[in-house]
């Protein structure tokens, strides 16, 4: 027998602008937290963190996104990583990928994530 695993909202599909990213804060006192991008009804999540040196990846809240919001841009040392699947196609940590989070969006219009992701 199959058991549903935890989830929770991370937020409504409309709080994250379409074409654009959004990021959320990890539990209080965590360095990381999470970020999504949004294609349409479709959303990626993924561990703000770039796997080079663990930074966060985002200069001011909420911009990942480089300036023609085609790739996942690491403000640190300036990596990019493919939107669909968080791998990244240049700079130095070339080949390796994002953290992705499970995230699926709800007949309600919410984000749904892992209950412990970013925590």
Not at 50 to 57: D, F
Not at 75 to 86: N, Q, V
Not at 92 to 100: F, M
Request: with cysteine; hydrophobic share 40%.
């Amino acid at each position: 027998m199959r058991t549903e695993a935890a989830e929770r909202v991370l937020c409504a599909l409309d709080d994250i602008p379409d074409g654009g990213s959004k990021g959320f804060s990890g539990a209080p006192g965590a360095f990381m937290g999470l970020f999504a991008v949004r294609r349409g009804p479709r959303v990626w999540v993924y561990v703000n963190s770039c796997p080079h040196i663990g930074v966060p990846l985002d200069p001011v809240p909420d911009r990942f996104l480089d300036a023609k919001k085609q790739m996942i841009l690491c403000s640190t040392h300036g990596a990019r990583f493919r939107i669909e699947d968080g791998f990244c196609t240049s700079g130095p940590c070339y080949g390796e990928s994002l953290e992705a989070v499970p995230a699926r969006v709800d007949d309600q219009g919410r984000v749904l994530v892992p209950e412990d992701a970013g925590l």
